[in-house]
């Protein structure tokens, strides 16, 4: 009998090779980051190439490019006052700023702040904080900062060499410009010693600072439970933090406050406190200033997210007055992600509002007066505005970013578009057929808006960088990735596919990851590598997160992976991101996995439907339970790591949103748990026991309800861990002992092979 751990243990390798630890060492010029100078002539961005890294100057009117600065006399200059030899193709700092009108350069470098000359001259160092250790409580200038004291706020002058403090009545859980401890991440910053810097938000001219006073006195605690400190103690420990839950009756909630930089006196907004769950509105970008600093906008919303209003508040007086207000029968949000920044706009002479909503049933801007009666719609049609990025006062001209409005393109992919505040057709500016952008913000614009950096890529393509006018036109191509050393290894393309949803009507979009020795005519077992959402989608549409995505880490080891983004899930109009809303809660319409999945049999005969395994985290674990429990004779095999299997212990802002009001419609089957007799493969659930976004009660009920039920099924409890030890698209953060095991869960109980013995990711294998 032919011994197959030999083999097995080279795709383990080759696995552990596509990691984005390692796999990014095989891509260069991924992502080309442009800084843009003050006066729009020019930008710089970070070149990589095989032999290292330079950083060029582009001159924004005809595209030529230089080096930023001397590279080999920077080199040199460090080289002196380091005492050891620096390269001028890796320098050791990733970003830089130009100082002193252009004439110097000002980095960091060894833990220093660092200045010299553009040639390495006069190379010292300095005690300004450098362009990477900057703290967001800085004003823009970078003459006032505000730091906290123990809940209150202090305001230094670095030009006067003064400070004040802002105020003194501070409680506990009852301070000021702090960030709630709802928001994931509490116990995780409290253990790495990570300060939290004051939320504040500058007006442009400096003589005000927004900031809030935070109430979570009376929120209910959540505890962890940390049974092997890495200190050696013996006795575990107890954490606690507070975070509100669906159908609690207290909620954080954030009061908005002025401050004057040059009397320290204060302003309260006349406005109710604004409910802050999760991050307050200063975070989330819902607050901001207008050009001119004489007045605060920011968004009010109702609990249930039916209604909001946009709010205008006097920074001198704390008087408020409401310019737009929007009640629906669903949860209504301002942008085409929950989380993204509202695509609301106030005209400097506060006469003209664009405002975004999808009453139409597709998200669309829409240019009020200012006093929130409509004027004209800007946009229509069964395609999405995703993001309002500027607004041309001047030329009335807005830029936006739109999907869905090219015939025959992936509905998916982003496009820039220009279209005139007095009516008539959008301009597309990005005609390369393909995602542009990614992320936000997108594309970037330079400061006076006549020229934006384009980065596009798909899939099956590696990114490219261009420079165009604001018109559209080219002005020159910047960058493109290079990927050889990736192809040399025999890495493959992945492959969007459209299949139809479980109604037989509605076009769904997913990617196919094949094996890189891929036979046509075998037989392969299959992984769904799912998230629902509903704040966002699984698949990617660019080609810098499949670096590193662990689809490709399955797929080498002998697996064909896909994902698919059912009904549920937000890019589409608002009917399809709707479909689960007060239903079953966000797993997805999974029964749109199944019908696609069989649609892809039924295509590629390789697929082997009596061998389907699914993995997820977060609310990606949640689902693959979910689908494991709903069609047991589908899904096999499964691995759920971090699952929040209880939308009731999630933080409220995420629950209620994505069910409604608790209790409910939706709410009574939405708990795995109740769902638990109907196990019937091999599962393993994973949590980490500081896990401070989904706490580790939503896995041990689960567990205690499949122990209740008499089910067999695997639990791995990963000490001194938070949420972030897997991801739910990429590998760039998995805990290594995390990744075999979930390989070797797959390789044994699906692939039905052995997994080689004592393999460890990151040794030697």
Same mark, same amino acid.
């Given at each position: ?130 362009? +990477?250790?900057?703290? *967001? @409580? !800085?004003? =823009? ?6 730091? %906290?004291?123990? $809940? /209150?706020?202090? #305001? ?71 049974? +092997?400190?890495?200190? *050696? @103690? !013996?006795? =575990? ?6 975070? %509100?839950?669906? $159908? /609690?009756?207290? #909620? ?75 009640? *629906? ?94 009516? *008539? ?341």
């Amino acid at each position: 009998m032919t011994d197959r751990r030999p083999a097995m243990r080279e795709r383990y390798r080759r696995a552990e090779a596509m990691l984005h630890r390692n796999a990014k060492s095989l891509v260069f010029g991924l992502e080309t980051r442009p800084r843009w100078l003050p006066d729009s002539t020019a930008f710089w961005y970070r070149a990589e190439s095989v032999s290292g890294h330079r950083f060029m100057l582009v001159d924004a009117e005809n595209g030529h490019r230089r080096e930023a600065f001397d590279h080999r006399r920077v080199a040199r200059a460090l080289s002196v006052a380091l005492g050891r030899e620096v390269e001028p193709l890796r320098l050791p700092f990733e970003t830089f700023e130009y100082v002193a009108d252009g004439c110097r350069i000002g980095f960091e470098a060894d833990e220093g702040s660092w200045e010299c000359g553009l040639d390495g001259s006069s190379l010292r160092r300095t005690a300004v904080p450098g362009p +990477a250790n900057r703290s *967001g @409580s !800085l004003s =823009p200038s970078g003459r006032y900062e505000v730091k %906290a004291n123990e $809940g /209150d706020l202090v #305001l230094v002058d670095h030009l006067e060499g003064t400070s004040v403090a802002l105020t003194s009545d501070a409680e506990a859980a009852y301070g000021y410009g702090s960030s709630p401890e709802g928001r994931n991440s509490a116990i995780t910053d409290r253990l790495g010693s990570r300060a939290v810097a004051p939320r504040v938000l500058w007006s442009p001219d400096e003589r005000y600072l927004l900031t809030h006073r935070l109430d979570e006195r009376r929120v209910g605690t959540m505890y962890l439970w940390q049974g +092997a400190p890495p200190d *050696g @103690s !013996l006795r =575990p420990r107890i954490h606690s933090y507070r975070q %509100a839950l669906p $159908g /609690d009756a207290e #909620l954080p909630s954030a009061h908005l406050v002025v401050f004057e930089t040059g009397t320290g006196t204060r302003t309260d907004m006349s406005r109710p406190p604004l409910e802050s769950s999760f991050l307050t509105p200063i975070e989330l970008g819902h607050a901001w200033w207008s050009a001119g600093s004489d007045a605060v906008f920011f968004l009010h919303w109702d609990r249930d997210r039916r209604s909001v209003r946009l709010v205008s508040a006097d920074p001198a007086t704390g008087d408020c007055a409401v310019l737009v207000e929007e009640v *629906g029968d669903r949860p209504i949000d301002l942008n085409a992600l929950y989380y993204g920044r509202p695509n609301v706009w106030v005209k400097r002479d506060r006469q003209e509002i664009i405002w975004y909503s999808a009453r139409s049933g597709w998200g669309h801007l829409y240019l009020l007066d200012g006093e929130g009666h409509p004027i004209r719609q800007l946009t229509e049609g069964e395609w999405l505005v995703t993001d309002l990025l500027r607004v041309d006062e001047v030329g009335r001209t807005a830029f936006f970013m739109g999907t869905g409005r090219e015939a025959s393109r992936d509905p998916y992919y982003h496009h820039l578009y220009a279209l005139s505040l007095d009516g *008539g057709v959008p301009r597309l500016l990005t005609p390369e057929d393909a995602e542009h952008g990614e992320w936000p913000p997108w594309v970037d614009f330079s400061p006076d808006g006549r020229y934006f950096v384009d980065r596009f890529s798909r899939i099956d393509q590696p990114p490219r960088t261009v420079l165009r006018k604001s018109s559209g036109e080219l002005v020159a191509q910047v960058a493109e990735a290079d990927v050889s050393p990736l192809l040399a290894t025999g890495w493959r393309y992945p492959e969007r596919f459209i299949a139809k949803a479980s109604d037989g009507e509605t076009d769904l979009h997913g990617m196919i990851v094949l094996p890189h020795d891929f036979d046509p005519a075998g037989k392969y077992p299959v992984v769904e590598s799912i998230y629902p959402g509903p704040q966002a989608t699984r698949t990617p549409r660019g080609f810098t997160d499949l670096v590193g995505e662990s689809t490709r880490c399955l797929a080498d080891l002998g697996f064909v992976v896909f994902t698919v983004d059912g009904r549920g899930t937000p890019g589409r109009s608002k009917a399809f991101l709707d479909a689960q809303y007060g239903k079953d809660g966000p797993a997805g319409s999974l029964a749109d996995h199944v019908a696609v999945l069989a649609q892809l049999a039924e295509a590629r005969p390789y697929l082997d439907l009596d061998r389907v395994g699914i993995y997820g985290h977060s609310a990606g674990a949640y689902a693959a339970v979910r689908a494991m429990l709903e069609y047991p004779d589908l899904y096999r095999v499964g691995v759920a790591s971090a699952g929040n299997h209880d939308q009731a212990l999630t933080n409220v802002t995420w629950g209620e949103r994505w069910i409604g009001p608790c209790p409910g419609p939706g709410w009574e089957g939405q708990a795995n748990r109740t769902l638990a007799g109907n196990l019937r493969g091999k599962l393993l659930l994973v949590t980490g026991d500081l896990d401070d976004n989904v706490n580790p009660a939503a896995t041990l009920q689960l567990v205690d309800a499949l122990i209740e039920a008499n089910r067999d099924f695997d639990l791995l409890v990963l000490p001194n861990r938070n949420h972030d030890y897997a991801a739910t698209w990429g590998t760039w953060n998995e805990d290594p002992y995390f990744t075999r095991r979930r390989w070797d869960y797959f390789v044994e109980h699906l692939m039905g092979e052995e997994p080689p013995p004592g393999y460890r990711v990151g040794g030697r294998g």
